[in-house]
């Protein structure tokens, strides 16, 4: 399911993303009960997000776990669409804003990636929010220029760097989409991953015996391109093969493309008088 951020009003959306609108006035009357605020509702709406989903989200299902009805909450936020925006926005301002950069622009970057990651992994509902409208609010613009900076320290002209950042992120949400979906798979569906490959490699091979033959380069990769058995750290879980492939998957894709980036770099700078 895609969300597209940005359906509620332009004026009042922006204004509670960036705390522009004055507060409230505090309830009076006999027996108040403690007062709600944006960023009450907001934490709320996150917390039911990430233990139930995005499907599960809705101002009665914030209400109620926070104690109130729906109605009380229209006050502060007008709406589901704002909402969203707002909770989109807030789980960004767990990213950091510096990272260490006296060894060059890959460490921090690379640092940067593996924390967008983490930050997706733990927040699975965010990656169905459309990037093909940007929510606007300053925790995403703060990410975003926390990457431009970094990438910035490359030297690269800034149109290079617009179209690293339009590379890098697509890279870091598939990835993590793929360890979330991984993550879910087995309570979505009711078979564990060992489970669902048994049955569909053992029907795979009775139904099309000649795949080798058709499909020799998949073999071929299978083959002699398999990863190491995975070896769990004393008291620690093996990580699920699908979210470990992922994961792998990640780290390697991000140092072909900043392996890509240095040549680019090298290359540019050789060019320069």
């Known amino acids: 399911m895609v969300v597209f951020a940005g359906q509620g009003d332009a004026r009042r959306s922006l204004s509670l993303l960036w705390r522009a609108e004055v507060a409230a006035p505090p309830r009076v009357g006999p027996g108040p009960k403690p007062r709600l605020s944006v960023d009450a509702i907001v934490a709320a709406a996150v917390a039911v997000a990430d233990e139930d989903g995005m499907a599960a989200l809705s101002m009665r299902a914030v209400g109620e776990r926070l104690g109130r009805t729906a109605m009380a909450l229209y006050t502060h936020v007008p709406g589901k669409s704002e909402l969203l925006d707002l909770m989109y926005d807030a789980v960004h301002a ?51 220029d926390t990457l431009v900076r970094l990438l910035g320290a490359t030297g690269l002209p800034p149109g290079t760097v617009r179209r690293l950042v339009g590379t890098l992120f697509p890279l870091v949400q598939g990835s993590a989409r793929t360890v979330a979906d991984a ?36 073999i071929g990769l299978e083959r002699d391109g398999a990863p190491e058995p995975y070896r769990a750290r004393d008291g620690q879980d093996a990580m699920p093969y699908p979210e470990r492939e992922a994961r792998e998957t990640f780290r390697v894709g991000l140092g072909v493309l900043l392996d890509g980036i240095e040549a680019t770099v090298t290359a540019a700078r050789a060019e320069r008088p």
């Open 183 to 218: 993550r879910r798979a087995a309570t979505a569906t009711g078979s564990s991953d060992e489970e669902w490959w048994a049955a569909r490699s053992a029907a795979l091979t009775e139904l099309v015996p000649d795949f080798a033959e058709r499909f020799p380069a998949v």
């Open 94 to 144: 767990e990213l950091p804003s510096v990272y260490p950069e006296s060894d060059g622009w890959r460490g921090p970057v690379t640092a940067w990636a593996g924390e967008v990651l983490e930050l997706y992994v733990r927040h699975p509902w965010v990656l169905q929010v459309s990037q093909a409208r940007p929510v606007l609010g300053p925790h995403e613009y703060a990410n975003l």
